[in-house]
């Protein structure tokens, strides 16, 4: 909203300090002169779901602040979501916003001497242009990993999960595995079981003759 | 097949968590990391008592934060840290909800809500030239104004409404000359006096109309002989000054428009003064107070202008402001300190004989003397007033005294950390169990049980509270011994009041504090400020039953040539060993690598004239130093001339008493940057007790390469002096940024690069063979990260098995800090969202673990990212070979994962640095961040790869265990009768 500043704008205290700075009612625009030879940049921070009410962000913005190239001037946010530098001079500047839970790209604003209040405000993250400097987050930010919900394959990947898993085949999937054998094999096998006595690891080694 | 399955499972997580993040469950919060937040040394307090609710004292600080704090517990309700450049001046509350903070030398008005802390309005005053900022807040005016509150600065005089923080009128008074030194509403009357000086020899003031700001009246009157300090209101037409000489004192009485001057003499009043007399700026109707070199008078103004001495108190008596009681009466405060006790007197201005209050409190004496005090009153239930009073002490330290007590204490010293430095803690001794074993095997069961509801989110709200209940309780975190893992450390603290402080690693408690003497005021060191923390004594092997020590390095005073004061403190008690007083100049400290029998480490102090001076002054540290002087080498950084200098020991220095542990030392090179196009803006080195595992990288292709780890190499990087002015001064044209390796021994420069159209500040970090730093790029408007990697190229043929076979290989060739290395250099930049405040590095024992960088943001919160993220062969389409080596596809911009944020969602306000030491456990590294606030957390930069976790499961393996014994015992049963019946048949 800042760069061309309606006159109908409701914050009208927003309106009366400008025009205090700038000395003349008539400018809309969010650069204005000083009479310092500085400008002064205004813009809002917006964030979707509280800056539609206006008034009454939540507890959680009331911290956020605004930085000028990387820590020069630190300001505050008003209960509007506006906030303002002054006495800035011509150049590029950089403006962060610092908001906890919220991931705010820095924007780029040109000040120029040669065409006052002509905004030129850009994303540096994405390049994306704005036409008046009201900044919204990009995104969201959670901090903490979110807790699964109770879930039985949770469990069964667990390696405790896997070793009881693994039991269960043995035990109750085995047996079965061999009943369905030929019975005719499992004595087969049981009688060379009883030949050979203890099985040694000669019988398993593919190649390995018979020793007895 | 199970084994298959198992096996790929396993497969599966560990590819899952390829890239490592510090994530961390919400309820994990305070498991292994504390946050305590400060607010830094009170500047200005004003309470805020009179209506019903919660009792509130509003503060600012040294530290620029204004913070609202509870009055019953000093807990922080609300807090703002503003920015370095905009220094509250004044703080008062308008309207009984609004606090009202004056900054920036009066040029920035802001209205906060109490009961919240948000921001109201803000109002920007732009003065003409720079000059006192006022502020007045009147009480009760009669007059139909939105409530105006009356500021001076920038040499104007403005009404502002406190509603809305419009502008009413403004009064330049830069025609006028005058600088301003009070702002004065008389009770009931609708005239601001503006009351001040002009030229230094000319009283003036000025009556000015509340309502438009127009002008009165004006008188004044020459004074020939110039003002020292400033003017002091004694009643609405009274005022007094002191004379430039500081030896007169000046009375001057407004009476029908004529100004009448009247000159005592400061010795004839009090006798035995010199010629440091002041004014005491503490603002009592009818009296005011002069500070003398041995003591304070109260002098009376009487009716008549008389003046009267009325007592006489100690110089090191503090002196509140005046405290409006009822019926016009006030009252003010004064702070004695005694031994290990203070006493406070209330008294009231009419009645100055005696003491309304008098009491006595109890003070540990490592808080020092008592810096401020500010009162504030209370009605009794028999009517009569009470009082409480808010002292500040030497240690930076904020006390709520009542009825002769300490209501609460807040350690806000701690809020200005300058060097930071750990110690272990003391072993367990045999035979004494400090931990408390479980209480009953239930107990313990019990409490697995809750942490396996928990993990299966079957727990309800109240059990979830049990749990993190048990967590954080767990004793085994804040004992005071050693442990295996090495979690358990001190983190020993040196703050700007020259308070040195132990924390616990484990819960953040203050473990010992002392106030050290060398860096106390004193005769001899006016301006003392702690510099420099370093590790003293480790025992180890030999001195075993010597608890380890810390030497403490300061200046007394601001100028690098100001002598230096030093002091040895032992780590477990925090007992002044050894206090060296003001001795020669320190410019550097250099722990040397070597130790004496009782492994007190050498250290080397360098003063201003290139002497060095050899610390312990034994004569066994003088013969280790001796023997190994000739590979002593150390460099000196001259920013403001551009010269880089190597340094070596030439021999004993010639003075006329001989010291054997002075040496000269003689300069090997120099670097000189042109100062037209190159000034020095960031240095950084390694750290010396980084440890690194192995020289060999390999890479894909099974390759090899050798990291060239010299711990010789200096970072410094350099901008076009037209850039290093901040952001949006330069055009890209005109900036140039130019990073440079060099070599401290030999002076050589291993590698120059530059990066057109860039600019500071930077902010980098150097371990092992790469150098991380963080730069502003002009022409993309973004901020980037870019990184060197040094590898040693002398060493790169030995990949050829035959020459190894042969012998033809140079592995045993000794390495030589002298001789020219081969090196290739790789580098590769990024961009990055954040501006940077401090950047840092993990380190681990024994530098196997992966490294992760530590940023600290803007928003002071630190980011760990992977150092793969920086690895100068990343490439745009990785091969197959290098896909399984780890290394990631080049992005043009660093990713900013949130769940990264070691800090998660608490802020460092005021971050100023990060610190890094690693556990005994080769997988963890513990780190600490600090600023206006203290943060403590343990890293695992590839997770904990060798322990189990904090929140193993040891319910659901012993179950696991338990139903396989069962299971064992049913089958065997099972198979025991299926024989039976096998045989029966």
Redesign the interface.
């Known amino acids: 909203m800042a760069v061309l500043r309606r006159s109908q704008t409701t914050s009208s205290?927003l309106l009366?300090?400008l025009c205090?700075?700038s000395l003349f009612c008539s400018s809309s625009l969010a650069i204005t002169t000083?009479?310092?030879g500085g400008y002064?940049i205004n813009g809002q921070v917006k964030i979707p779901g509280f800056g539609a009410k206006g008034f009454g962000?939540p507890?959680k913005t009331?911290?956020a602040?605004v930085?000028l190239?990387?820590?020069?001037?630190?300001?505050?946010?008003?209960?509007d979501g506006y906030f303002?530098f002054?006495?800035?001079?011509a150049?590029?500047?950089?403006i962060?916003v610092?908001a906890?839970?919220y991931?705010f790209?820095?924007v780029?604003v040109d000040v120029s001497a040669r065409n006052p209040g002509k905004v030129q405000a850009a994303l540096?993250?994405n390049r994306r242009g704005l036409n008046e400097l009201v900044l919204e987050p990009l995104r969201e930010?959670?901090?903490?990993?979110?807790?699964?919900?109770?879930n039985i394959m949770s469990?069964v990947?667990?390696p405790?999960g896997?070793?009881?898993?693994?039991?269960v085949?043995v035990?109750f999937l085995m047996p079965k595995l061999v009943e369905n054998m030929d019975p005719e094999e499992i004595r087969k096998a049981q009688e060379e079981m009883r030949n050979q006595g203890v099985p040694s690891i000669a019988n398993l080694m593919p190649g390995g003759g018979r020793s007895n | 097949m199970?084994?298959a399955?198992?096996l790929s499972?396993l497969l599966l997580f560990f590819l899952s968590s390829l890239i490592p993040t510090f994530?961390?469950?919400?309820?994990q919060?305070g498991f292994m990391d504390w946050h305590q937040r400060y607010i830094g040394k009170v500047k200005h307090a004003v309470f805020q008592t009179q209506k019903a609710g919660r009792k509130r004292v509003v503060v600012s600080t040294e530290e620029n934060v204004i913070a609202s704090l509870d009055l019953r517990r000093g807990e922080i309700f609300?807090r703002?840290v503003?920015?370095?450049?905009?220094v509250v001046d004044k703080i008062d509350i308008a309207l009984g909800k609004y606090v009202i903070t004056l900054s920036s030398e009066g040029s920035?008005l802001?209205a906060w809500n109490l009961p919240?802390?948000?921001?109201?309005?803000?109002?920007?005053l732009?003065g003409s030239k720079p000059s006192k900022a006022l502020l007045t807040v009147p009480a009760n005016l009669k007059v139909d104004l939105d409530s105006p509150i009356f500021v001076y600065g920038g040499a104007c005089l403005y009404a502002i409404s406190s509603i809305?923080?419009?502008?009413l009128w403004k009064k330049d008074f830069t025609a006028e000359g005058i600088d301003v030194h009070q702002l004065l509403l008389p009770d009931g009357s609708d005239v601001v006096h503006a009351v001040g000086v002009t030229d230094l020899s000319q009283f003036d003031t000025y009556e000015i109309d509340v309502r438009n700001g127009e002008l009165l009246k004006h008188v004044s009157a020459s004074f020939p002989d110039g003002i020292y300090g400033e003017i002091l209101p004694i009643s609405s037409d009274k005022f007094v000054a002191l004379d430039a000489r500081r030896s007169v004192l000046v009375l001057i009485s407004i009476k029908d428009g004529q100004i009448n001057l009247q000159q005592t003499h400061v010795s004839d009043l009090v006798h035995g003064s010199s010629g440091n007399t002041a004014i005491l700026p503490s603002k009592l109707s009818g009296i005011f107070s002069v500070i003398t070199d041995t003591f304070i008078a109260f002098i009376k103004v009487t009716n008549e202008g008389k003046l009267d001495v009325m007592e006489k108190v100690d110089k090191m008596v503090v002196v509140s402001d005046a405290l409006p009681l009822s019926e016009g009466e006030q009252a003010f405060a004064l702070v004695q300190h005694g031994e290990s006790k203070i006493h406070l007197s209330v008294r009231l201005v009419h009645d100055m004989s005696s003491n309304h209050l008098k009491e006595t409190v109890k003070m540990d004496h490592e808080r020092g003397f008592v810096h401020k005090i500010f009162i504030n009153n209370y009605v009794r239930t028999d009517r009569s007033h009470g009082f409480r009073a808010l002292i500040v002490m030497e240690d930076h330290s904020l006390l709520l005294l009542q009825q002769g007590e300490i209501v609460w204490s807040r350690d806000d010293g701690l809020a200005s950390v300058i060097d930071v430095t750990t110690s272990e803690l003391p072993v367990e001794k045999l035979g004494v169990s400090v931990s408390k074993v479980e209480h009953s095997l239930f107990e313990w069961l019990k409490g697995h049980m809750l942490k396996l509801k928990g993990?299966?989110?079957?727990a309800t709200p109240d059990e979830v509270a049990a749990i993190q209940k048990i967590r954080l309780q767990s004793s085994e975190k804040s004992k005071m011994t050693r442990d295996h893992n090495g979690f358990r450390r001190l983190l020993i603290v040196l703050t700007r009041a020259g308070k040195l402080f132990a924390l616990h690693t484990g819960d953040g408690r203050v473990v010992w504090s002392s106030l050290l003497q060398s860096l106390r005021k004193s005769d001899k060191c006016t301006d003392p400020i702690g510099l420099k923390l370093h590790q003293w004594q480790i025992p180890h092997h030999h001195a075993l039953d010597n608890n380890p020590s810390v030497l403490v390095v300061g200046r007394c005073g601001l100028s690098l040539s100001a002598s230096s004061a030093m002091s040895i403190v032992d780590a477990y008690t925090g007992k002044e060993l050894h206090n060296m007083g003001p001795a020669h100049s320190t410019v550097q400290v250099i722990s040397l690598p070597f130790s004496d029998s009782t492994e007190q480490q050498l250290h080397l102090l360098i003063d201003a004239d290139k002497r060095a001076h050899l610390y312990p002054r034994t004569p066994e540290a003088a013969e280790i130093f001796q023997r190994e002087s000739e590979n002593v080498y150390w460099y000196s950084v001259e920013a403001e001339a551009g010269i880089l200098r190597g340094y070596a020991v030439k021999g004993s220095c010639n003075l006329e008493v001989p010291n054997e542990y002075c040496f000269e030392t003689r300069n090997l090179w120099s670097i000189v940057f042109p100062s037209e196009s190159e000034k020095i803006i960031a240095t950084v080195t390694r750290k010396a007790n980084e440890v690194i595992h192995t020289q060999a990288k390999v890479i894909a292709d099974e390759d090899v390469m050798y990291k060239y780890i010299s711990k010789n190499i200096l970072f410094v990087a350099t901008v076009s002096p037209k850039a290093s002015g901040?952001?949006?001064?330069a055009t890209p044209d005109e900036s140039l940024l130019v990073v440079h390796l060099v070599d401290t021994v030999t002076g050589r420069i291993l590698h120059r690069m530059s990066h057109s159209g860039s600019q500071g500040?930077v902010h980098a970090v150097l371990s092992e063979n790469w150098v991380v730093y963080h730069y502003?790029n002009?022409r993309?408007?973004?901020?980037e990260i870019s990184v060197i990697e040094i590898y040693d190229q002398s060493r790169a043929e030995n990949k050829d098995v035959l020459k190894l076979i042969v012998g033809k290989h140079n592995l045993t060739a000794p390495v030589s800090s002298y001789s020219r290395p081969e090196v290739t250099i790789k580098s590769q930049s990024y961009f990055f969202?954040?501006?940077v405040?401090a950047i840092s590095v993990t380190s681990t024992a024994k530098g196997i673990t992966s490294k992760h960088l530590l940023i600290g943001t803007?928003?002071?919160k630190v980011l760990a990212l992977d150092k793969r993220f920086v690895d100068p062969r990343r490439s745009l389409n990785p091969t197959q070979a290098e896909k399984e080596e780890g290394l990631l596809p080049l992005t043009d911009?660093l990713p900013?994962i949130?769940?990264s944020?070691i800090t998660?969602?608490f802020?460092v306000e005021g971050l100023r640095g990060i610190e890094t030491v690693p556990a005994k456990l080769e997988s963890t590294t513990l780190v600490f961040a600090y600023g206006v606030d203290l943060f403590f957390t343990r890293l695992a930069p590839s997770r904990t790869y060798d322990s189990l976790t904090e929140d193993f499961n040891y319910a659901?393996?012993l179950?696991?265990i338990v139903?396989?014994v069962v299971?064992i015992f049913v089958?065997w049963v099972l198979s025991e009768r299926k024989d039976l019946q096998d045989k029966w048949r």
């Not at chain 1, 190239?69 to 209960?79: A, C, D, E």
């Not at chain 1, 150049?91 to 950089?94: A, Q, Y």
């Not at chain 1, 930010?141 to 109770?150: K, N, V």
């Not at chain 2, 919240?116 to 920007?124: K, L, T």
């Open positions: 205290s009366v300090q205090f700075l000083g009479n310092g002064t962000l507890v009331n911290n602040k930085t190239n990387g820590g020069q001037r630190v300001t505050f946010l008003k209960p303002s002054h006495n800035v001079p150049g590029t500047h950089l962060e610092d906890i839970g991931f790209s820095p780029r540096t993250e930010e959670q901090y903490y990993e979110i807790r699964e919900p109770f469990i990947k667990s405790m896997l070793m009881i898993g693994f039991m085949v035990v | 199970a084994m399955m198992k499972l994530s961390l469950f919400e309820d919060v609300w703002h503003l920015g370095a450049n905009d920035i802001r919240d802390g948000q921001m109201v309005w803000e109002s920007f732009s809305d923080g419009e502008i993990t299966l989110m079957l901040p952001i949006g001064s500040p502003f002009l993309a408007h973004r901020y969202t954040h501006s405040k803007l928003g002071d911009a900013i949130p769940q944020y998660h969602a802020k659901l393996l179950l696991t139903a396989l299971a089958t």
